[in-house]
């Protein structure tokens, strides 16, 4: 059989594999589902476990740059992450700039809380708590994420896969800055940070695994 | 001049949207032409960037499955080009990395040894080794079909794929296996 051959061989069977598909909605949709989909949550959290000061909060400029940084960044990473579904689905390279400048942005405002070293076990819980929590607060659309990268077509498995925990945990990271009532810096840190920074490692390997297999 | 050569790029760009989208409706027939027209374009792209040209019939053919898998991503409101080109860029990437990983394994030696391993004739591979060394994805579309016997609508239902193709795996691993086993063509 020559390379012609095969070739023909591979196109007659594509054709007559050929099924009609529904076709994916664009990224710029995703996001706006997504992100709809976000702000229920976020009604749903203030109307029932915002904390005490949070009105007040909302008045200091740095506290709302924090919280603006942190919901910018998370909505162009989830932007990413939908269009590293779809090949050839550019993105501006300065939508990667500005998501990381917003986190670098809020990172040095958590930087500046006061830190205060308590190292009991009632912290330790308080903390766990809060590490469950981000996890809960992102899972749904962590995982909402990822099964709509699971059904588009992306190559770079990883980083799509890192770009949606990315996305989630820090929409995640913003609610509980208006439901947890501890403002030191290593809390934030420690216990919503590092989940953060988890979700992302564990979402790539996810997406190493799962996300390609669109092509098997 | 130049300016026709830009409009007819722009007329034929605009109908292999407009092919593709009709391929995605289930026109096998748009499907057929927009195949044999992207697989031209797509030779002379993957001829400058596999460095093995024995290889790129191979790798045309992966990007023909990987766009057909793909092909509910396409927006039709878009020119097929960018996305089409993509894929192939990026097949071509996984091509070369798993080039360069098998080279990993392969042992480069400066000089023959004098005597080899064994003073008898080198036995062709069997079919248990020669399977063993091909994509799982393939050795099991193998397996299911031949060893197995069961009907390729079984196998592909087995294997989570379509009928088609569960076909262009085993055909592939029938390819393979002829290579390896000094089958002729």
């Given at each position: 059989m020559t390379a012609d051959s095969h070739l023909a061989e591979t196109k007659r069977q594509l054709v007559d594999d050929l099924r009609p598909v529904r076709r994916l909605w664009s990224p710029g949709a995703r996001t706006a589902l997504w992100v709809a989909l976000e702000a229920v949550m976020l009604l749903y959290l203030l109307a029932t476990r915002a904390r005490g000061d949070v009105g007040a909060l909302l008045a200091m400029p740095g506290f709302v740059l924090e919280l603006a940084a942190v919901v910018t960044a998370s909505v162009l990473l989830a932007r990413l992450a939908f269009a590293a579904g779809?090949?050839?689905?550019d993105v501006h390279p300065g939508i990667r700039g500005i998501a990381f400048a917003c986190v670098a942005l809020a990172a040095t405002h958590v930087l500046t809380r006061p830190f205060r070293t308590d190292l009991s076990l009632a912290a330790f819980a308080n903390g766990a708590h809060c590490a469950v929590q981000a996890g809960v607060l992102a899972f749904v659309p962590w995982l909402v994420i990822l099964v709509a990268l699971r059904r588009a077509a992306p190559f770079r498995g990883a980083l799509a896969g890192a770009l949606g925990a990315g996305a989630a945990f820090l929409m995640a990271f913003a609610f509980q800055r208006l439901t947890c009532p501890v403002d030191d810096m290593l809390h934030l840190l420690a216990w919503h940070g590092l989940p953060v920074v988890a979700a992302v490692l564990v979402s790539a390997l996810i997406g190493v695994w799962w996300l390609p297999r669109w092509r098997s | 001049m130049r300016d026709a050569r830009t409009k007819e790029a722009a007329e034929r760009s605009r109908q292999r949207s407009v092919l593709m989208a009709r391929a995605q409706s289930g026109d096998q027939d748009a499907y057929r032409v927009l195949l044999d027209d992207v697989a031209q374009a797509l030779r002379g792209f993957l001829r400058r960037r596999v460095?093995?040209?024995?290889?790129v019939e191979d790798v045309l053919q992966d990007v023909l499955m990987a766009m057909h898998r793909a092909r509910h991503t396409f927006d039709p409101m878009r020119p097929l080009e960018p996305w089409l080109f993509a894929i192939a860029r990026n097949v071509t990437i996984d091509h070369a990395r798993r080039r360069a990983s098998r080279g990993r394994w392969e042992l480069q030696v400066d000089e023959l040894p004098d005597q080899a391993g064994s003073i008898e004739e080198p036995a062709a591979p069997r079919l248990d080794e020669a399977l063993a060394k091909l994509p799982a994805s393939q050795r099991e579309a193998f397996e299911m079909l031949k060893l197995e016997g069961l009907t390729v609508e079984a196998a592909a239902e087995r294997a989570g794929t379509t009928a088609g193709a569960l076909k262009v795996r085993a055909h592939r691993a029938y390819k393979a296996l002829r290579a390896m086993l000094g089958g002729g063509e």
């Open positions: 779809v090949p050839g689905h | 460095a093995d040209t024995s290889e």
